[in-house]
Structures are given as C-alpha cells and as structure tokens.
C-alpha cells in the first residue's frame, strides 16, 4: 500500500515548536499520540508527524529554499476550516504568506493557505474542493 508512514521535523528550540506545531496539528484534526523529553507525535489517519530534538541537529532555523523539504501540505476540510486556520494563525506563532494572493495563491481553483512559523518551517493548509 502506497503513502507516508511519517515524517519527522528535527527543531532546535522544542518548547517553541511545541506551541506552534500544537495548536496547528490540533486545528487539522490531528491527535497527540506520545510525548517524551525530547519530542512528541501526532497523528492522523495511517500517518503520523514526529517533532523532536537532536545532538546531531545543525544550526538553528529551518530554510526552506534550500535543498530539501520546502513545506508541508495538511488537508484541511472545509473552505472555513482554512479561513479559520489562516485568521488566528498569527496569535500562535505562524505568519502568513502570500496574504496579497490568499486563498488562491496556488491557482484559481487552489483553495489554501501558506503559513511559516519561527523557525522557518512552512505549513500549507488545502481545502477539500468536493
């Protein structure tokens, strides 16, 4: 059977991600399944996202232009769902991007949004479009 069984994202400041990451996985309909020192995973469906701390980590920000992973894409449900994400999402550490082109920032039958958190990393957050 074909899809992602996880991903996990190496942060340098854990209690920083922790509240970002919380409140956007939350949002998506993910679910806290384990937490230790060091990090913790959510999951949803057969996937899960681990975020965790590393000695091996290098530097401290995340660059998404550089070669990679750029973002990751959540499935969001309803149009309102993105609406919703999108409005609070500067109360809980994600900035929006592409705000000028917002929803459609990825074509006119695209329905998402685009956010970065402090550290860099960008979330995409996609509509159903049935």
């Given at each position: 059977m074909a899809g992602i069984h996880h991903v996990e994202i190496w942060v340098a400041d854990l209690d920083e991600a922790r509240a970002e990451w919380r409140?956007?996985?939350?949002?998506l309909g993910f679910n806290a399944v384990s937490e230790w020192r060091e990090g913790e995973s959510w999951a949803a469906g057969d996937s899960y996202l681990t975020m965790t701390?590393?000695?091996?980590l290098v530097g401290s920000t995340h660059d998404?232009?550089?070669?990679g992973v750029n973002h990751l894409a959540f499935k969001a449900g309803a149009r309102a769902r993105v609406d919703a994400i999108m409005a609070e999402a500067d109360q809980h550490?994600?900035?929006a991007l592409y705000h000028d082109r917002y929803p459609h920032a990825g074509g006119p039958s695209h329905y998402a949004g685009w956010l970065?958190?402090?550290a860099g990393f960008k979330a995409e957050v996609v509509a159903?479009?049935?």
């Open positions: 409140w956007l996985l939350d949002r701390t590393s000695p091996n998404r232009r550089m070669p550490g994600w900035r970065e958190n402090s159903d479009e049935s």
